[in-house]
């Protein structure tokens, strides 16, 4: 149980596209999901939490601008990387945590490499 | 503040070999403590888990004790296999802060047959 698919896993595109990730929790609902990158050999630098409803909450540092985020169901949030350049290149996880069970832990994705030419 | 503090790696060790990859953290409140487990090119699992001090977290073979006294969540396990190369993450959470995972640098375990 407690399944998180984020699709898709690979993308490559050129500079200037917007590229879009999906994050969906397949066998429970998830009021809050969480939006991660990881460079290589680094650990996970939360981006922004998202909550279903409402607007998503960035870390500092962290251009809501640039980096969109949807959380238009208790399954599924997206997070979107608008006028995608080589720098955003990097790996993207999202976690989801189970709704109405705050204190239960967070189940990540497999992550998503991004890499923009 | 909060943060989780991890042992540098890489750690490369032989098969059947013991393991201790040390994790110590600070906290302002009473936080749930974590490993995961990140296999090259996936996301992350969580290996195991421990809410209180004193809780002991096991799984496929790994264990660790929250410790509050010196604030430590050391992972061993005692026969290391080669399938358990991977980074681990030792990982704190305070629900009453906004349930964020607040995560050590990671630890690089390589073992060899």
């Known amino acids: 149980g407690a399944v998180v698919s984020q699709h898709p896993s690979w993308v490559i595109c050129k500079s200037g596209t917007s590229v879009k990730i999906e994050c969906r929790s397949l066998d429970f609902q998830a009021t809050t999901m969480f939006w991660y990158r990881q460079f290589p050999k680094q650990s996970l630098m939360l981006m922004a939490t998202?909550?279903?409803?409402?607007?998503?909450?960035?870390e500092q540092g962290v251009e809501k601008d640039k980096f969109l985020i949807n959380h238009a169901s208790l399954t599924l949030s997206t997070l979107t990387v608008t006028s995608a350049h080589p720098e955003d290149s990097s790996f993207y996880i999202c976690?989801?945590?189970?709704?109405?069970?705050?204190?239960?832990?967070?189940?990540f994705g497999d992550g998503t490499r991004l890499s923009i030419l | 503040g909060n943060s989780v503090t991890q042992m540098e790696g890489p750690v490369t060790l032989s098969e059947e070999a013991f393991l201790t990859i040390n994790c110590t953290y600070t906290?302002?409140?009473?936080?749930?403590l974590f490993w995961y487990v990140q296999y090259p090119g996936e996301g992350l699992q969580l290996l195991l888990k421990a809410t209180k001090a004193d809780d002991k977290g096991s799984n496929k073979g790994f264990e660790a004790t929250y410790r509050k006294e010196t604030t430590s969540f050391h992972l061993e396990k005692g026969s290391v296999q080669v399938s358990d190369s991977a980074v681990y993450f030792c990982a704190l959470v305070l629900y009453n802060q906004g349930g964020k995972l607040i995560f050590g640098q990671g630890t690089e375990l390589s073992v060899k047959p």
């Open positions: 998202s909550n279903e409803g409402s607007k998503a909450t960035y």
């Open positions: 906290a302002t409140g009473y936080p749930s």
């Open positions: 976690s989801a945590r189970p709704h109405r069970r705050s204190n239960q832990p967070q189940h």
